[in-house]
């Protein structure tokens, strides 16, 4: 006995390393983040790092991004899957694609995140703006975490305030902060654009945090990660999509009814939030029927 427990340790550092070394794999420590450029190209804008400021602000993402090592690995394994799904989407809306590493910066490409004031979703809405904008939330239907209709809610937001701002990344400060307090402080501060202005702490590093997103997804390599093709998450298409406009008591035997699991089912309709759908106003909901991969 006395021996066996002798070996429980030595057994446990042997797992921890085998762990270690397949992660080390993937991520070299680097001594040292990458250097901030001189300029950049984030939708169509250019921004030169020709102030102290925006040196010291952008140096600060690229160290954070390079040294988080777990979220970083995690989006960067998640990017072609989510894109995959929210591109199409915001090309049909004129939405440059660079404004996609704002999902980066809301949830980490989780479309399960929820943050602890309550905004849910790879957007990250609130509940008051979600409805604003469309979407469901209920104790048994919550849209914020249905991708495609999520991602239309957050076009028709970029859209609502590109008009009023004219620059992408004003727009972005006011995901953050709201489209009021940013027009607030345009006017009050006699600035056009968000990166000159004297924001919150979380706001004003909201904007350097999508360009440092946009370099890491660019060239991970350069943050000390080493991703083949095969190690990013796959999106695969689904076996079908059922058009449902009544009630369904039990969502269990509806998966059993397509061959599928409860949980196949709850994980490809995130959105779905209990185990029935009452659906008393005979609503049209799209389900979608995974395959069996």
Same mark, same amino acid.
């Given at each position: 006995?006395?021996?066996?427990?002798?070996?429980? =340790?030595?057994?446990?550092?042997?797992? $921890?390393?085998?762990?270690?070394?397949?992660?080390?794999?993937?991520?070299?420590?680097?001594?040292?983040? =990458?250097?901030? =450029?001189?300029?950049?190209?984030?939708?169509?804008?250019?921004? +030169?790092?020709?102030?102290?400021?925006?040196?010291?602000?952008?140096?600060?993402?690229?160290?954070?991004?390079?040294?988080?090592?777990?979220?970083?690995?995690?989006?960067?394994?998640?990017?072609?899957?989510? @894109?995959?799904?929210?591109?199409?989407?915001?090309?049909?809306?004129?939405?440059?694609?660079? !404004?996609?590493?704002?999902?980066?910066? +809301?949830s980490n490409l989780d =479309?399960? %995140?929820?943050?602890?004031?309550?905004?849910?979703?790879? &957007?990250?809405?609130?509940? $008051?703006?979600?409805?604003?904008?469309?979407? #469901?939330?209920?104790? +048994?239907?919550?849209?914020?975490?249905?991708?495609?209709? #999520?991602?239309?809610?957050?076009?028709?937001?970029?859209?609502?305030?590109?008009?009023? @701002?004219?620059? &992408?990344?004003?727009?972005? $400060?006011?995901?953050?902060?709201?489209?009021?307090?940013?027009?607030?402080?345009? /006017?009050?501060?006699?600035?056009?654009?968000?990166?000159? !202005? &004297?924001?919150?702490? #979380?706001? /004003?590093?909201y904007m350097f945090r999508? !360009? %440092? $997103?946009?370099?890491?997804? #660019?060239?991970?390599?350069? @943050?000390?990660?080493?991703?083949?093709?095969?190690?990013?998450?796959?999106?695969?298409?689904?076996?079908?999509?059922?058009?449902?406009?009544?009630?369904?008591? /039990?969502?269990?035997?509806?998966?059993?009814?397509?061959?599928?699991?409860?949980?196949?089912?709850? +994980?490809?309709?995130? &959105? !779905?939030?209990?185990?029935?759908?009452?659906? %008393?106003?005979?609503?049209?909901?799209?389900?979608?029927?995974?395959?069996?991969?």
């Open positions: 006995m006395k021996k066996i427990l002798f070996l429980i =340790p030595i057994l446990l550092l042997s797992i $921890a390393a085998f762990g270690q070394n397949l992660f080390d794999e993937k991520v070299t420590l680097n001594p040292m983040p =990458p250097k901030v =450029p001189q300029k950049m190209t984030f939708a169509g804008q250019t921004i +030169e790092f020709n102030r102290s400021d925006l040196i010291e602000r952008m140096d600060r993402e690229l160290i954070s991004f390079a040294y988080s090592h777990q979220v970083s690995l995690l989006m960067l394994r998640r990017g072609d899957r989510i @894109f995959k799904q929210v591109l199409p989407i915001m090309k049909e809306y004129g939405i440059p694609e660079d !404004l996609k590493y704002m999902m980066a910066i +809301e =479309p399960k %995140a929820r943050s602890s004031a309550g905004a849910a979703g790879l &957007w990250q809405f609130m509940p $008051a703006t979600a409805k604003e904008y469309g979407l #469901e939330v209920s104790s +048994e239907v919550d849209e914020r975490y249905d991708i495609e209709k #999520e991602t239309r809610a957050a076009c028709q937001y970029l859209l609502k305030a590109y008009a009023s @701002f004219n620059d &992408w990344f004003t727009v972005a $400060a006011s995901y953050n902060s709201g489209q009021g307090g940013t027009n607030r402080r345009l /006017s009050d501060q006699q600035q056009t654009s968000g990166l000159d !202005l &004297w924001l919150p702490t #979380e706001t /004003s590093r999508m !360009l %440092a $997103a946009k370099m890491l997804f #660019e060239d991970p390599a350069a @943050f000390g990660f080493k991703l083949d093709a095969s190690d990013k998450y796959p999106y695969y298409e689904p076996q079908k999509v059922v058009e449902v406009d009544y009630s369904i008591s /039990s969502l269990v035997d509806f998966a059993k009814r397509y061959g599928i699991s409860y949980m196949q089912l709850k +994980e490809a309709n995130l &959105w !779905l939030r209990s185990d029935k759908l009452t659906n %008393a106003k005979k609503k049209t909901y799209r389900i979608i029927i995974p395959k069996n991969i």
